[in-house]
């Protein structure tokens, strides 16, 4: 019995966030619906991250434990047919020991959030980023971004159904990059909370639009209270970009 180490790739649009439910589509039963047309009785898969309702992702990873000894290539391509016509792809495939999980193994997860800064409606971008109207000044959303490097009690940006046992989190960056079309914003840790990049660029955006100043980002931060939040950036702008894992499974990303 393998275990496989799996890149994928989805549109969150069309489904309820990552993990199964019992009365709504999501990745996870998409492509345990594809693997089990292969096997049967495959076993339920692990991912690094569960994305939330309409959150896409470019390289989630998972693992799920096979009967068959699969060529990767064979795999790929049978549960990519399997997958159609759901917005899933499986971009790699590798053979891993036992001791590799997808979750407990990762050492870092990557977010990136997109914005289209444009008063007119998105038409190809819909559903794949947040349009802001207001004028963003990036350097102050760069330099209030800052106040949130390190390690923190992140409470302000917790969800209030956050599950974790703690609110303290260490963000290795956050970022913001100019685009044609307005930016994009990098967030990279070790773990999240519940909502904690959506709640970190939504205030972000007060702060670019010049209704906060940058400091506000480090006042709202140290006033551990969700009330002291921005809103909520909406999810069709976030994707989960990537996940880093020690060797020797840090080499095995799509080929």
Not at 166 to 187: K, M, N
Request: with cysteine; charged share 25%; proline share 7%.
């Amino acid at each position: 019995m393998p275990r496989f180490k799996l890149i994928v790739e989805y549109c969150g649009a069309p489904f309820a966030g990552w993990q199964r439910q019992a009365n709504a589509r999501s990745v996870q039963q998409a492509l345990e619906e594809a693997i089990r047309k292969l096997e049967p009785e495959a076993p339920t898969i692990t991912a690094a991250g569960r994305t939330d309702t309409g959150v896409h992702a470019m390289g989630q990873v998972v693992h799920c434990d096979l009967e068959r000894s699969w060529e990767p290539f064979r795999l790929i391509e049978a549960l990519n047919r399997h997958l159609l016509p759901d917005p899933v792809a499986i971009l790699a495939a590798h053979v891993v020991d036992f001791d590799f999980n997808a979750r407990f193994s990762a050492l870092e997860r990557l977010y990136r959030y997109k914005l289209v800064n444009r008063r007119a409606p998105l038409t190809f971008a819909r559903g794949l980023a947040w349009r802001v109207k207001a004028p963003l000044d990036l350097a102050a959303m760069a330099e209030g971004a800052a106040h949130l490097l390190g390690r923190h009690d992140f409470t302000t940006f917790r969800s209030s159904q956050c599950q974790a046992d703690s609110p303290l989190r260490t963000l290795d960056e956050f970022s913001v990059h100019a685009t044609p079309e307005g930016c994009e914003i990098t967030a990279r840790a070790r773990s999240f909370l519940h909502h904690q990049v959506r709640s970190m660029v939504g205030s972000l955006a007060l702060v670019g639009s010049g209704r906060w100043a940058p400091a506000d980002m480090r006042r709202i931060l140290e006033a551990r209270d969700r009330a002291a939040c921005g809103p909520l950036a909406p999810s069709e702008g976030l994707y989960l970009e990537g996940v880093r894992y020690p060797q020797p499974w840090a080499d095995l990303g799509p080929a």
